[in-house]
T-cell receptor, first 112, second 112 residues
Framework: NAGVTQTPKFQVLKTGQSMTLQCAQDMNHNSMYWYRQDPGMGLRLIYY???????DKGEVPNGYNVSRLNKREFSLRLESAAPSQTSVYFC???????????FGDGTRLSIL | SQQGEEDPQALSIQEGENATMNCSYKTSINNLQWYRQNSGRGLVHLILIRSNEREKHSGRLRVTLDTSKKSSSLLITASRAADTASYFCATPPQGGSEKLVFGKGTKLTVNP
């Protein structure tokens, strides 16, 4: 029973490279989220998917795209990585509106 | 936009002491949630308190909510070294949004 699984756990990219962060859940939750966490900034929502087939922008969507592939999987893509996107990225899920969220252990991404 | 804001930013106590963290928020809410984050891990949901509740307990955790002051407190009694972590409050503003807004967290250190 893995819960929320994020891959990869660590990644180093060069400026301009592209990459997709993967998130998969086995909790049968409807809603999925991508956050970034930076020192002193707390968690900021990048994109979310209220249910399969829908995605919406969060607080800091610029430079990112998402795909809700099916109910289980929600991916985050950086098309042209920039040093400002160096961060720890967390995927989270919740059953329904306003319910508690369950988090993966994060992807630590460095962009040089 | 910052909804919840924790206070203090950092707290250092001795094992066995109680730890109190506060959260203030700006807009009306349906509920308020507290999360814990151990170093290098994802957030873990601790407790949810609804807007019509004033106090809630879970083991050594006690949460209070004062909607008139737009504030909440998290009390950890008889703290242990294992309680060392960052603690975040999160609020979904009224209006049906699924977007939790997290504060920047309180970093708690419990010294053995």
């Amino acid at each position: 029973n893995a819960g929320v699984t994020q891959t990869p756990k660590f990644q180093v990219l060069k400026t301009g490279q592209s990459m997709t962060l993967q998130c998969a859940q086995d909790m049968n939750h409807n809603s999925m989220y991508w956050y970034r966490q930076d020192p002193g900034m707390g968690l900021r929502l990048i994109y979310y998917s209220a249910s399969e087939g829908t995605t919406d922008k969060g607080e800091v969507p610029n430079g990112y795209n998402v795909s809700r592939l099916n109910k289980r999987e929600f991916s985050l893509r950086l098309e042209s990585a920039a040093p400002s996107q160096t961060s720890v990225y967390f995927c989270a899920t919740s059953g329904h509106l306003n319910q508690p969220q369950h988090f993966g252990d994060g992807t630590r991404l460095s962009i040089l | 936009s910052q909804q919840g804001e924790e206070d203090p930013q950092a707290l250092s106590i001795q094992e066995g002491e109680n730890a109190t963290m506060n959260c203030s928020y700006k807009t009306s809410i349906n509920n308020l949630q507290w999360y814990r984050q151990n170093s290098g891990r994802g957030l873990v949901h601790l407790i949810l308190i609804r807007s019509n509740e004033r106090e809630k307990h879970s083991g050594r955790l006690r949460v209070t909510l004062d909607t008139s002051k737009k504030s909440s407190s998290l009390l950890i009694t008889a703290s242990r070294a294992a309680d060392t972590a960052s603690y975040f409050c999160a609020t979904p503003p009224q209006g049906g949004s699924e977007k939790l807004v997290f504060g920047k967290g309180t970093k708690l250190t419990v010294n053995p």
